[in-house]
C-alpha cells in the first residue's frame, strides 16, 4: 500500500511500483471508480483493444 498526497489541481500521482505491475504508462487511460461498498476508490487500467 502506497501514500499519495493530492496536488492543488486534485491530480494523484500513480506509485512506480503500481504502474509496473499494471504497465500502465504515459498517456494511457485508467477508470477511477468508487465503491460504495468498501468507501474507496479504485483505479482500474482500461485495456488497449
Known amino acids: 500500500m502506497s501514500v499519495v498526497k493530492v496536488s492543488k489541481n486534485f491530480q494523484v500521482t500513480i506509485p512506480v511500483e503500481i504502474r509496473r505491475k499494471f504497465q ?4 494511457e ?3 477511477v471508480v ?3 461498498n468498501e468507501k474507496s476508490v479504485k483505479i482500474i487500467k482500461i485495456n488497449k483493444q
Open 34 to 36: 468508487y465503491d460504495e
Open 29 to 31: 487511460f485508467v477508470k
Open 24 to 27: 500502465i504508462n504515459e498517456g
